[in-house]
T-cell receptor
Framework: GAGVSQSPSNKVTEKGKDVELRCDPISGHTALYWYRQSLGQGLEFLIYFQGNSAPDKSGLPSDRFSAERTGGSVSTLTIQRTQQEDSAVYLC???????????????FGAGTRLSVL | GQQLNQSPQSMFIQEGEDVSMNCTSSSIFNTWLWYKQDPGEGPVLLIALYKAGELTSNGRLTAQFGITRKDSFLNISASIPSDVGIYFCAGRYYGGSQGNLIFGKGTKLSVKP
């Protein structure tokens, strides 16, 4: 597609439920990134994929968070047993690659606003 | 973990004024990026810097990669109402994960009442 697409744009869920957030990167981009942005804060790195593998998942806050990417394209971020502190905007970005000038410039989607009641 | 200190946290602008913001790090960075985020949108890349001392312009925006490689600034000249938004610096430090951009907490630009 023309840009990074994320769905849903808004998600309201009850504490304890599982949620799945989807990211569709720019066509041809091999690297995909997930960030979390809490109200009034900067972006917190969660995980990134190069192809279908995740070389760095150091930012995942707990084992309730997981992500996968299949076919080198779409990625899903899953949060199990959601807690109120999980409420935030979850942003996805993609880049052509991860090394080399300009190849690692990240382009962002509009995000999924998650509210856990 | 690595942190970026971005200042100021917020500022009010009057149309036509010049604006300046900066970021500092405790580690040497090999990449500095400046993004702007509008409400309800993801960050949009404004300027990318890859070399110490590099000075790059994008219209009314100018950014520099500090000589020490531990800082960067962004200037906006002759501000206009659509400059309002949140500006983030971001970067990668030597030895850091290739996929891991570190972000500042942002500078929020608002219009003077």
């Amino acid at each position: 597609g023309a840009g990074v697409s994320q769905s849903p744009s808004n998600k309201v869920t009850e504490k304890g439920k599982d949620v799945e957030l989807r990211c569709d990167p720019i066509s041809g981009h091999t690297a995909l990134y997930w960030y979390r942005q809490s109200l009034g804060q900067g972006l917190e790195f969660l995980i990134y994929f190069q192809g279908n593998s995740a070389p760095d998942k150091s930012g995942l806050p707990s084992d309730r968070f997981s992500a996968e990417r299949t076919g080198g394209s779409v990625s899903t971020l899953t949060i199990q047993r959601t807690q109120q502190e999980d409420s935030a905007v979850y942003l996805c970005a993609s880049s052509l690659g991860t090394s080399g000038v300009a190849k690692n410039i990240q382009y962002f989607g509009a995000g999924t606003r998650l509210s856990v009641l | 973990g690595q942190q970026l200190n971005q200042s100021p946290q917020s500022m009010f602008i009057q149309e036509g004024e010049d604006v300046s913001m900066n970021c500092t790090s405790s580690s040497i960075f090999n990449t500095w990026l400046w993004y702007k985020q509008d409400p309800g949108e993801g960050p949009v890349l404004l300027i990318a810097l890859y070399k110490a001392g590099e000075l790059t312009s994008n219209g009314r925006l100018t950014a520099q990669f500090g000589i020490t490689r531990k800082d960067s600034f962004l200037n906006i000249s002759a501000s206009i109402p659509s400059d309002v938004g949140i500006y983030f610096c971001a970067g990668r430090y030597y030895g850091g994960s290739q996929g891991n951009l570190i972000f500042g907490k942002g500078t929020k630009l608002s219009v003077k009442p």
